[in-house]
T-cell receptor, first 115, second 114 residues
Framework: AQTVTQSQPEMSVQEAETVTLSCTYD???????LFWYKQPPSRQMILVIRQEAYKQQNATENRFSVNFQKAAKSFSLKISDSQLGDTAMYFC????????????FGDGTTLTVKP | EAQVTQNPRYLITVTGKKLTVTCSQNMNHEYMSWYRQDPGLGLRQIYY???????DKGDVPEGYKVSRKEKRNFPLILESPSPNQTSLYFC?????????????FGQGTRLTVV
């Protein structure tokens, strides 16, 4: 069975600083996709960043970047220059295309950015 | 505007009264799915559909039904709701499950069963 573990239920960071959210997963598949989603208080789920397992290069999207360690099955999210609007719950997820796109989500990390 | 629309946004109902939560997407996406979100449990997939008339169970399908008669619509049906189905529900769609494509989520339906 596929599992995703986010070991930090809550985190906080000062505005303009950098924070890293951790995520580990377990799967026997070799081809899969990894995602980080953001859920602000509005409840809307918003894609932050995605990574293909077959790519060694870590994905980046502006202030957001990942540290993907395939052998360790780790997929952490780094947020640089944190902004108040980054306050949200963050979910790590992966999807297996050969398994009808079945997605597995972690329990989430609540991030608070303090002014 | 490309979007996934769920209705209703909020619903309070009584045990046993059949209800349907609608989901519609205007992006011609093949893949649609339903999730429930509960505190401390993240999002769990209820049902998914790879295309019209093709549906399958996710991790927590008990007590739910779905149908996919048209590409754009994927309603979630609770034939006899129970209090343990009180949750926040999300519908999502994506172009395909075969590639690394983003899932677009609806705004959620907060369901309370009393």
């Amino acid at each position: 069975a596929q599992t995703v573990t986010q070991s930090q239920p809550e985190m906080s960071v000062q505005e303009a600083e950098t924070v890293t959210l951790s995520c580990t997963y377990d799967t026997s598949e070799s081809n899969y996709y990894l995602f980080w989603y953001k859920q602000p208080p509005s409840r809307q789920m918003i894609l932050v960043i995605r990574q293909e397992a077959y790519k060694q290069q870590n994905a980046t999207e502006n202030r957001f970047s990942v540290n993907f360690q395939k052998a360790a099955k780790s997929f952490s999210l780094k947020i640089s220059d944190s902004q108040l609007g980054d306050t949200a719950m963050y979910f790590c997820a992966f999807m297996i295309p050969t398994n009808a796109g079945k997605s597995t989500f972690g329990d989430g990390t609540t991030l608070t950015v303090k002014p | 505007e490309a979007q996934v629309t769920q209705n209703p946004r909020y619903l309070i109902t009584v045990t046993g009264k059949k209800l349907t939560v609608t989901c519609s997407q205007n992006m011609n996406h093949e893949y649609m799915s339903w999730y429930r979100q509960d505190p401390g449990l993240g999002l769990r997939q209820i049902y998914y559909s790879m295309n019209v008339e093709v549906t399958d169970k996710g991790d927590v399908p008990e007590g739910y039904k779905v149908s996919r008669k048209e590409k754009r619509n994927f309603p979630l049906i609770l034939e006899s709701p129970s209090p343990n189905q009180t949750s926040l529900y999300f519908c999502a769609s994506s172009p395909t499950y075969r590639e690394n494509t983003e899932a677009f989520f609806g705004q959620g339906t907060r369901l309370t069963v009393v």
